[in-house]
């Protein structure tokens, strides 16, 4: 290739060596760019999130105490989530969550995904780079004792072997940047897949703890019916004595009667619940239903961490889901630039060496060997609009992928508003309930009191235990949801922080 200088007016005067310099850079860029080519399609920029809509400064549901508290994470979706389980303070938890990431088939299946993922991305890099291949060959043939020579049959045959040990070799010139832009498409599903799989991880991590602090509510909660069935109990002997000693009636032990066995009857209903929670987390951590068992509860605390929200910007960086959609729009937008090379000519370089003979004692002697070698162009004339077709498909697909992550931010939005007035509005109802719960105790503590002087029927006093048990039932399933709130708003940000 030949570099010309060009020179301004003004500075023929420069040194030779600089004028040396000059021309090596201008020649060396031109190789460069002859050997490269360049790349035809859009580059990838990020859309709006939003579309015409600006991302909000702040969530609405967020207090500024968790706004104050929030510690900017780096902007790596697809590194791991951290243990954040760990800051419920629940051994038996950390054992769940660690048995589940070494043992999940979900998992596991991601992980397989992403290693194809990023396979795929070594297949669509080699092409950039020669292709070299053998295919050695014996073949004996007779010819035909009627075949034409000179135009007249040949009345004889021949029989002959031919032995071939070829090397060919091709390698395509990516002058629009055809291969260049596959493997733009492949590295941005291979960091989709990457995102993919954290996006599992964080998903089962929040699963396994929602199913186990639910477990552990309907534990509790049956614990509190267990206790009033015997407080039931206590009280049908009180009033059966009271009504052989002509205090009480029929209806007051009937009352008592139904009341032991009303509660009795939710029994089974909660320990079914309970079973299949179990039988969940031994699917989440990867073990049998079988032989899964759950270690002594704790003792959790009856208030959950405070989980800082952030802004909603940094949500943009953190959420998985989020990060995968963005790639998959990166990777349909190469994809339009794959299509708009089929416009353009392909050059190709193709070369052949080797022997070949008839004879197997001269097959690699130097008289018997062959080349060619020689480009290839490959140029579309007319291809009844599958050009057109296929570019248009690709401009759609992009389209699609750019409506689809859009849609993912908004969804991000919606469950980390969700799990905030979640948050706000069940502790809230919990302090309600609380005191409704002390009321209801007082009150049952007052109907016993009336009922042992006989100043009132037991109705009164199983109204009382009635009002008190769905309270203190109520309560339990409160906290309960206060725990799995908590842990959607860590999965709704992203993970640990």
């Given at each position: 290739m030949r570099c010309n200088r060009?020179?301004?007016?003004?500075?023929?005067?420069?040194?030779?060596?600089?004028?040396?310099?000059?021309?090596?850079?201008?020649?060396?860029?031109?190789?460069?760019?002859?050997l490269t080519g360049c790349k035809v399609g859009p580059d990838y920029h990020r859309p709006a999130p939003l579309g015409t809509n600006s991302v909000p400064a702040s969530y609405s549901e967020a207090t500024q105490?968790?706004?104050?508290?929030?510690?900017?994470?780096?902007?790596?979706?697809?590194l791991p989530?951290?243990?954040?389980?760990?800051?419920?303070?629940?051994?038996?938890?950390?054992?769940?969550?660690?048995?589940?990431?070494?043992?999940?088939?979900?998992?596991?299946?991601?992980l397989a995904r992403f290693d194809e993922a990023r396979a795929q991305v070594a297949v669509s890099r080699a092409q950039l780079f020669p292709q070299i291949e053998t295919d050695p060959s014996y073949n004996r043939q007779?010819?035909?004792?009627?075949?034409?020579?000179?135009?007249?049959?040949?009345?004889?045959?021949h029989t002959y072997n031919t032995f071939t040990l070829p090397l060919q070799a091709g390698w395509e010139w990516d002058l629009w940047g055809r291969v260049r832009r596959q493997v733009e498409a492949a590295r941005s599903a291979a960091t989709a897949s990457a995102d993919d799989l954290e996006a599992t991880r964080l998903s089962l991590q929040a699963e396994l703890a929602t199913a186990y602090f639910t477990l552990r509510a309907v534990d509790q909660e049956y614990d509190v019916v267990v206790r009033t069935t015997e407080t039931y109990r206590h009280s049908l002997d009180l009033t059966v004595n009271r009504r052989k000693g002509g205090v009480a009636t029929d209806l007051d032990v009937s009352q008592a009667k139904t009341q032991l066995r009303s509660a009795e009857a939710d029994l089974p209903a909660l320990r079914l619940q309970r079973l299949r929670l179990l039988h969940a987390l031994a699917a989440l951590c990867g073990q049998p239903a079988t032989s899964f068992a759950l270690g002594p509860d704790p003792n959790q605390k009856d208030e959950p961490p405070s989980i800082p929200p952030g802004v909603p910007s940094e949500l943009l960086e953190r959420r998985p889901d989020i990060a995968a959609a963005e790639q998959r729009m990166a990777g349909a937008n190469a994809q339009v630039g794959v299509a708009l090379t089929a416009f353009y000519p392909r050059v190709r370089l193709d070369?052949?060496?080797?022997?070949?003979?008839?004879?197997?004692?001269?097959?690699?002697?130097?008289?018997?060997?062959?080349?060619s070698v020689g480009p290839t162009l490959q140029l579309p004339l007319f291809t009844g609009g599958r050009n057109r077709a296929q570019l248009a498909f690709t401009k759609a697909t992009y389209e699609e992928t750019v409506a689809a992550?859009?849609?993912?931010?908004?969804?991000?939005?919606?469950?980390?508003?969700?799990?905030?007035?979640?948050?706000?509005?069940?502790k809230t109802q919990l302090a309600a309930e609380a005191s409704a719960l002390a009321a209801a105790r007082r009150t049952l503590e007052i109907a016993n009191n009336r009922y042992k002087a006989g100043l009132v029927t037991y109705l009164e006093v199983a109204t009382a235990q009635s009002a008190a048990?769905?309270?203190?039932?109520?309560?339990?399933?409160?906290?309960?949801?206060?725990?799995?709130?908590?842990?959607?708003?860590?999965?709704?940000?992203?993970?640990?922080?």
């Open positions: 060009i020179t301004e007016p003004g500075t023929e005067r420069r040194s030779p060596g600089r004028g040396l310099i000059s021309r090596t850079w201008a020649c060396s860029w031109s190789v460069a760019l002859f105490t968790n706004a104050s508290e929030w510690k900017p994470a780096s902007p790596a979706a697809h989530r951290g243990t954040w389980w760990q800051v419920f303070g629940d051994g038996e938890l950390d054992r769940l969550e660690t048995l589940a990431l070494a043992n999940s088939p979900e998992l596991a299946g991601a007779r010819t035909s004792f009627n075949q034409p020579v000179n135009g007249r049959p040949a009345d004889f045959t070369g052949l060496a080797g022997f070949q003979s008839v004879s197997a004692s001269s097959w690699l002697d130097w008289p018997s060997r062959l080349w992550y859009r849609q993912t931010v908004l969804t991000a939005f919606q469950d980390v508003e969700d799990q905030l007035a979640a948050e706000r509005q069940l048990l769905a309270l203190e039932r109520t309560v339990v399933q409160l906290q309960g949801e206060e725990l799995v709130a908590a842990v959607g708003l860590i999965k709704a940000i992203g993970g640990g922080w």
